[in-house]
């Protein structure tokens, strides 16, 4: 079996499991800007990227933001496809007793034509505050993949575009984020993909990722974001069934990140 480097990028970077001012947690999406291979992660960055898995694939994933307890985030997806497209779920959490955020999600993606695909997902949110108690939302995300040529992939995807507002005692507007990327692959060892994103809550930022597969076991990564100034690196590793995922991000004045995910998938048949 071989393995693509493609296998190793996300949108922002191989450890920013966050935007700027965000609580939600989106650990590593790589099928985002690869036209090669599918990831299961893709269900927290573009649905439309889920139309190309082809076997059953899990995930968990985990980060501690700046070393803090408070800032801890662990996340885990599931995807299978059938004969109409891909069924997704997953469910996420970030923070500690005091402040904590939860998600839980189901999504479907698809193939629109040779060219085109498209997915679309549905969110449920909640916060909840110690000393205010808990407060939720529900909302919904899609997205849509081109692929113009086999070397070249485009995104594009809408978080909550309609205005949704948390439930009393928050009451507050979740907010929406639109995002397009860019991947260009000159070889199945190299990638790079750039990212813009504006976010109705942190304003608009950009992320530039490298990522090279010198050997079929290992890949390794880098990049960095401008709405958080981190750098990031990390590997990867292929292990027959498994893939672990370890990186870590730097910021001048917050410290460092790191980050652990472990993904299984079924191999796909080989014809006979």
Request: charged share 15%; glycine share 8%; net charge positive.
């Amino acid at each position: 079996m071989t393995y693509c480097v493609s296998c190793c990028m996300l949108p922002f970077g191989l450890l920013q499991d966050t935007g700027p001012g965000d609580d939600r947690i989106r650990p590593p999406s790589p099928r985002t800007y690869s036209n090669q291979y599918a990831d299961v992660f893709a269900v927290f960055h573009n649905q439309a990227s889920l139309a190309r898995i082809r076997t059953f694939s899990a995930g968990a994933y985990a980060s501690r933001r700046f070393m803090l307890r408070a800032t801890t985030g662990m996340a885990f997806a599931a995807a299978l496809p059938v004969s109409s497209g891909t069924f997704a779920v997953s469910a996420s959490r970030f923070g500690y007793e005091v402040f904590n955020h939860h998600e839980a999600s189901v999504a479907y993606g698809r193939h629109l034509g040779r060219y085109v695909d498209i997915g679309m997902q549905f969110d449920y949110l909640s916060t909840r505050i110690q000393e205010y108690g808990s407060a939720h939302a529900v909302t919904a995300e899609a997205g849509i993949a081109v692929h113009p040529a086999s070397w070249l992939q485009v995104g594009l995807h809408a978080f909550s575009p309609a205005p949704v507002h948390y439930s009393k005692p928050v009451n507050e507007d979740i907010g929406s984020r639109y995002t397009l990327g860019l991947g260009f692959e000159p070889s199945d060892k190299i990638l790079l993909a750039l990212e813009g994103s504006w976010d109705t809550q942190s304003g608009t930022f950009l992320s530039l990722s490298f990522a090279y597969q010198p050997a079929p076991v290992l890949a390794i990564c880098s990049g960095f974001t401008t709405g958080t100034r981190q750098n990031f690196l990390g590997v990867r590793l292929f292990l027959k069934r498994l893939r672990i995922d370890m990186s870590t991000g730097y910021h001048p004045r917050l410290g460092i990140t790191p980050a652990l995910g472990v993904v299984y998938h079924i191999p796909a048949r080989q014809p006979k």
